[in-house]
T-cell receptor, first 116, second 114 residues
Framework: AQSVTQPDIHITVSEGASLELRCNYS??????LFWYVQSPGQGLQLLLK??????LVQGIKGFEAEFKRSQSSFNLRKPSVHWSDAAEYFC??????????????FGTGTKLQVIP | NAGVTQTPKFQVLKTGQSMTLQCAQD?????MSWYRQDPGMGLRLIHY???????DQGEVPNGYNVSRSTTEDFPLRLLSAAPSQTSVYFC?????????????FGSGTRLTVV
């Protein structure tokens, strides 16, 4: 069964500092990988996705993620964090062979706090 | 462009009551699903549908029913509410084209069962 691990429950960074959120997945076939962001009281919003091609993918709001098959990782990065980035971030994995949309499994999330 | 609309936003139920959480999307997405979100557990899939008339169970289906009579609507029914069903429920939809992958989520329904 597919699974996603986000080892950091909470992360605190200073505004303007760089950010890296970790995500490791377990999946036997070719994965379809996602990062979502959830602001308090809101639904989840898709930041970026990967299913083929260049292993470094660009998303919205200045985020990027790199797929590393050898490490089963899909870490999210941002060079300079803004206070508005404070939110909860979820990594997710889907089955590419099923279109990537069926039965997507989510990690438990990482809460990002941004301090002045 | 409404996207995915969930109603109600908040609900309090007594143990044993039944109710239906509504989900509607206006993007003509074939795929729709229901997740529940609990602290420290991420999102867990309850039921999903790949088109009108087709539904299937996810990871935590017990105590919930779904049906999909139209492309737009995917209601979630709680048959006899239990305190363990206190959660935030999200509906999500997606096209079935892999290149378009990624869910559009509703804003959620916060359910409390007392």
């Amino acid at each position: 069964a597919q699974s996603v691990t986000q080892p950091d429950i909470h992360i605190t960074v200073s505004e303007g500092a760089s950010l890296e959120l970790r995500c490791n997945y377990s999946y036997g076939a070719t994965p379809y990988l996602f990062w979502y962001v959830q602001s308090p009281g809101q639904g989840l919003q898709l930041l970026l996705k990967y299913f083929s091609g260049d292993t470094l993918v660009q998303g919205i709001k200045g985020f990027e993620a790199e797929f590393k098959r050898s490490q089963s990782s899909f870490n999210l990065r941002k060079p300079s964090v803004h206070w508005s980035d404070a939110a909860e971030y979820f990594c997710a994995v889907g089955d590419l062979n099923s279109g990537g949309y069926q039965k997507v499994t989510f990690g438990t999330g990482t809460k990002l706090q941004v301090i002045p | 462009n409404a996207g995915v609309t969930q109603t109600p936003k908040f609900q309090v139920l007594k143990t044993g009551q039944s109710m239906t959480l509504q989900c509607a999307q206006d993007m003509n997405h074939e795929y729709m699903s229901w997740y529940r979100q609990d602290p420290g557990m991420g999102l867990r899939l309850i039921h999903y549908s790949v088109g009108a008339g087709i539904t299937d169970q996810g990871e935590v289906p017990n105590g919930y029913n779904v049906s999909r009579s139209t492309t737009e609507d995917f209601p979630l029914r709680l048959l006899s509410a239990a305190p363990s069903q206190t959660s935030v429920y999200f509906c999500a939809s997606s096209p079935v084209d892999r290149a378009s992958g990624g869910y559009t989520f509703g804003s959620g329904t916060r359910l409390t069962v007392v």
